[in-house]
């Protein structure tokens, strides 16, 4: 966790460094990014920067929990009154809009699913990855009282392979359209969104329907 001293630090400042960061760590692997780099960039100095976090890792951590609070504000689930898989793609919809107007929240998303920490932070991780399967599950539970998800596996299994169809459309919509910034990312255009939508869902209907 970022120590007492960064919290101490202008907002603006705070958003700064992490905004530094996060380009850094959505654009290469943990082990490939400079974490010197970053403080230069950012203008810290290395004997400051223990100031602020213990080390590269507290740093990736902490920038991967602000881009994935981001993420789960999109999962929230929609009030609708769509049927089940009218509700799924709308759902879908708003997180692939998401996604692809804010590439380091998924791109990090990927990274910290991939990184493995020390033993200081994978409690810090096991926590995100505990609310995203939560709220998978939680849809596909709803999908199942409905009679239009499968009953024959169990939901945990279930959970973990709509996860993974997901992580692999992940990857598929950011190689279309690379990180770069928040604030000159293009997004996807009208036409690949759709085919993405239309891929996840093809997907996820053909392993789950009874």
């Known amino acids: 966790m970022p120590r007492p001293r960064f919290h101490k630090l202008s907002p603006q400042r705070q958003t ?7 380009n850094a760590f959505a654009r290469g692997s943990y082990h490939d990014v400079s974490y010197n780099k970053i403080l230069a960039e950012a203008n810290v100095s ?11 890792e507290d740093l990736f951590l902490t920038v991967a929990e602000r881009e994935l609070d981001k993420l789960f504000v999109a999962l929230e689930p929609l009030v ?17 809009r998401f996604a692809t107007t804010h590439p ?14 020390k033993a200081s932070g994978v409690e810090r991780l096991e926590s995100w990855n505990e609310q995203y399967s939560s709220i998978a599950q939680s849809i596909l539970e709803e999908g ?7 009953t024959d ?22 190689s ?14 009208g ?20």
């Open 16 to 22: 700064e460094l992490l905004d530094i960061a996060a």
């Open 46 to 56: 290395k004997g400051a920067s223990y100031y602020y976090f213990d080390d590269k």
């Open 80 to 96: 609708t009154n769509e049927p089940f898989w009218g509700h799924v793609e709308a759902l879908l919809t708003r997180y692939l």
């Open 104 to 117: 380091q929240s998924v791109a990090l998303a990927q990274a910290s699913a991939d990184f493995v920490p």
């Open 144 to 150: 199942q009282s409905q009679g239009q998800v499968r």
């Open 153 to 174: 596996l169990p939901i945990t299994l279930l959970t973990t392979i709509v996860m993974g169809v997901g992580a692999s459309v992940d990857r598929w919509v950011l």
């Open 176 to 189: 279309q359209t690379p990180p770069s910034s928040v604030e000159d990312h293009p997004g996807l255009d």
């Open 191 to 210: 036409s690949t969104l759709t085919q993405a939508i239309d891929m996840f869902m093809d997907l996820t209907k053909r392993i789950l329907q009874p």
